[in-house]
């Protein structure tokens, strides 16, 4: 193949791959880099138990009080999928140096650090996994329980909007807002 029976762009990009030092090399940014830290925050980490599955959280907050001590109410982050893990958004923790109370994400039953017991199938042992009324009715509850939240925003993104919707109009939630 020559790069005359190519078109100027295909021609551009293979020579850049066959030039490229890096190219066999290729590593995936972190989320740090590409968003570094506005402010100091901690990450209080832990697990809920839920129908015999280990649902893991990540709880941010800004580590000095913000000038005015204002602060928002908590946001709780629910990842697309499904199946994604949270990883994705943690961009959105940033919120937290921007006046959020604190930034919560987990990763819903079966996906990241949540998985399922080794040895077990989704489909066989877990088919409520696939509900998304599960989420909705018993995942996303029982951890704004675990929380102590009385008020709280939700943002979603993909699957996670269709939990957040779910949810909202499930728990008739007035005191925060739904953000899709």
Not at 56 to 66: A, E, I, S
């Amino acid at each position: 193949m020559t790069t005359s029976s190519l078109d100027f762009p295909r021609a551009v990009l293979y020579f850049l791959i066959l030039v490229s030092p890096s190219a066999s090399k290729w590593t995936q940014w972190t989320c740090d880099e590409l968003t570094p830290s506005l402010c100091d925050l901690s990450v209080t980490k832990g697990h809920v138990s839920i129908n015999g599955i280990r649902v893991k959280y990540w709880r941010y907050r800004r580590k000095q009080p913000l000038l005015g001590g204002q602060f928002l109410l908590p946001l709780i982050a629910l990842h697309g999928g499904p199946s994604w893990p949270h990883g994705y958004l943690l961009p959105l923790r940033q919120l937290a140096c921007r006046g959020t109370n604190e930034v919560i994400f987990y990763d819903q039953a079966g996906c990241g650090e949540s998985a399922l017991p080794e040895g077990s199938n989704a489909t066989v042992d877990y088919p409520h996994l696939l509900r998304p009324s599960y989420y909705s009715d018993v995942e996303l509850p029982t951890l704004v329980r675990h929380w102590k939240l009385d008020q709280y925003h939700i943002i979603g993104h993909s699957w996670g909007t269709i939990l957040a919707q779910m949810f909202s109009i499930l728990s008739h939630n007035t005191t925060g807002f739904l953000l899709p």
